[in-house]
């Protein structure tokens, strides 16, 4: 009895060896996340960044302190080129990471000096060079704030060169940074492919303006599929608008959920009520990703594009309403921008009415 106790406790034992080793070996996998390539260039493209729609935002607004950091908090930074900041400051200064993120490249590189490059989980890249020593290899996860290497520099001055990358193209720093404050800039940014370039533009204020006017297209980069108005000898209450499926919808305004449910020819809808009597349904979603009674913001992903209900094709029927009418969503969006018309919601939020015009 004795023996065949100790064999299953050996067995245990070995057991829970080969699990340890396995964690260690996913762990290691997990880390080494990064291509050759993306170890060694740092400007390329960011794979999967565009994968389900041609465009992405970003909500800068809604960043608490700890989610940001300047990367020489205490040095002087001058805008190079519109696309680098030039920060000095003392020698054995710390560099900080902007944001969380992972660390891509973290090595010196000819004309560059010691470089690191760390991915970040909003879509955006940055890049920190000529530091006197590196402090994080790749693959590893830092946070806003941590320190990551010493300040470096060249020709006896002390500076750091920084910049900012979307899918491995330089972005001038001012639209995301005030470079002399060091503060975020509390603005919602989207960020549409053009061809093989990245347009950046402002969608959202600043988040602690109350009266601010924030606005969204729902499916950024999609395209219409079936217009708003008659089709087929009936009537076609909104409009259909594709991408691919269970890319991110996003909600258009800031609002309550009414309604997220399996309903009729509608599959999975969601129903959100607006200011002045203001409502968007969105429909065929693959999953709905919030409840009735949340309340949601502008650009908050809501749900993912699907072909549940009468559907033929994955995309979202998309309708809008006010004071219980359907209204024709080319009245406040346009859609062959994937923008919202701030001037008519503007008048909205004031009237409560759209323009006849």
């Known amino acids: 009895m004795k023996n065949e106790n100790l064999s299953n406790y050996i067995m245990k034992l070995r057991n829970l060896i080969i699990l340890a080793a396995c964690i260690v070996i996913m762990t290691s996998a997990a880390k080494e996340e990064f291509t050759a390539l993306e170890k060694q260039q740092i400007s390329i493209p960011t794979p999967g960044l565009f994968e389900h729609a041609d465009a992405f935002s970003i909500d800068f607004g809604g960043f608490r302190s700890s989610d940001y950091s300047f990367p020489l908090p205490v040095g002087k930074a001058v805008v190079k080129n519109n696309s680098e900041l030039e920060i000095t400051t003392d020698k054995g200064d710390a560099v900080k990471a902007m944001f969380a993120g992972t660390v891509r490249i973290s090595k010196h590189i000819s004309g560059h000096g010691n470089v690191i490059v760390i991915r970040h989980d909003n879509g955006l890249e940055t890049v920190y060079a000529r530091n006197a020593e590196n402090l994080v290899k790749v693959g590893d996860r830092v946070k806003a704030g941590q320190t990551i290497a010493i300040v470096g520099g060249e020709d006896r001055r002390t500076f750091l060169t920084f910049y900012i990358m979307v899918n491995g193209g330089k972005v001038n720093p001012e639209i995301i940074v005030q470079p002399k404050s060091h503060k975020l800039t509390r603005r919602t940014l989207l960020c549409k492919r053009k061809g093989n370039n990245v347009e950046m533009s402002v969608v959202g204020g600043d988040k602690k303006d109350k009266n601010r006017e924030v606005a969204f297209y729902p499916l950024p980069g999609a395209k219409v599929i079936s217009a708003y108005g008659r089709r087929g000898g009936r009537t076609h209450t909104g409009v259909d608008i594709k991408t691919t499926p269970n890319d991110n919808i996003l909600a258009a305004f800031d609002g309550e959920v009414i309604m997220s449910q399996k309903y009729a020819a509608y599959g999975n809808l969601i129903k959100i009520r607006h200011e002045n009597g203001l409502e968007t349904w969105y429909s065929h979603n693959s999953k709905n990703l919030v409840n009735v009674g949340d309340k949601v913001k502008a650009g908050q992903v809501i749900a993912l594009v699907g ?23 080319s009245m406040l969006f346009d859609h062959a921008t994937n923008s919202v018309k701030m001037s008519v919601y503007k008048s909205f939020l004031k009237t409560g009415k759209f323009s006849k015009k």
């Not at 033929?312 to 809008?320: M, V």
């Open 307 to 329: 072909q549940t209900g009468r559907a033929t094709t994955p995309h979202l029927h998309f309708e809008l309403h006010v004071n219980g009418n359907r209204v024709n969503p």
